[in-house]
């Protein structure tokens, strides 16, 4: 019955901006599927945090392209968890590359994440040369060898965007801000930050080792 009433309101409350990005999707040559339940998503990443709360939860207005100088996939969704009938929706770009595994690892705006047990913080992952990077914003992770991934170039990035909120593990990440629904002009712009982060943490990684 709630699958049902469910799918009623998407159909009613969300066709709009289903066809504004399914429109978008079309002009630029992109995949587009209206929605997609989350039961049937990739286990690996039902343990992030933004998926953690209960719920009747889907993707809806799914964009999907493939990556473009490294291999892997993105994904840009809205997604979508009702609770007793109330509905909340976040705006997402998830990344996917076998070029890189990660040990689970968050990035949050300084003041929405505090230390839980078990996790190590900024203080115990430091790039002293980002200081206007550390001003803004915390990492978290369940072990501190999980933050030598990261790369300044691809953490400099993050500096213009102060509401930034980044989940990492295996072969995972996913990019969301504060913006309940990003407004449809701007979902480009957040798939080709969530690209080029991803992709300075391969590319530098690789020149590391070099």
């Given amino acids: 019955m709630l699958d049902s ?13 289903m066809l504004e990005l399914q429109k978008l999707a079309q002009e630029q040559g992109l995949g587009f599927d209206k ?8 286990t690996a990443i039902k ?19 493939k990556l473009k100088d ?10 979508a968890r009702t609770r007793d009938l109330e509905t909340f929706t976040r705006s997402v770009v998830e990344v996917r590359t076998d070029q890189l595994y990660a040990d689970y690892l968050a990035i949050e705006p300084k003041g929405v994440f505090s230390k839980m047990k078990g996790y190590f913080t900024s203080e115990d ?11 803004q914003f915390q990492i978290s992770t369940r072990d501190p060898d999980a933050g030598l991934i990261l790369q300044p170039s691809a953490l400099d990035l993050i500096i ?19 913006k309940k629904e990003l407004p449809v002009q701007d979902v480009l712009g957040l798939m080709d930050f969530a690209e080029e982060f991803v992709t300075r943490l391969i590319l530098d990684q690789s020149r590391d080792f070099v």
């Fill in 125 to 135: 992952i430091d790039f002293p040369e980002l200081k206007a990077f550390y001003d």
């Fill in 70 to 79: 490294i291999d892997g996939t993105i994904r840009f969704y809205d997604y």
């Fill in 35 to 42: 929605r997609a339940p989350f039961g049937i998503q990739p």
């Fill in 160 to 178: 213009d965007q102060p509401n930034m909120h980044i989940e990492a593990e295996g072969n995972y990440f996913v990019f969301y801000t504060k």
């Fill in 47 to 65: 343990s992030f945090k933004i998926f953690q709360k209960k719920g009747t939860k889907r993707f809806i207005g799914i964009i999907s392209d």
């Fill in 5 to 17: 009433l469910v799918n009623l309101y998407d159909e009613f409350a969300k066709s709009g901006r």
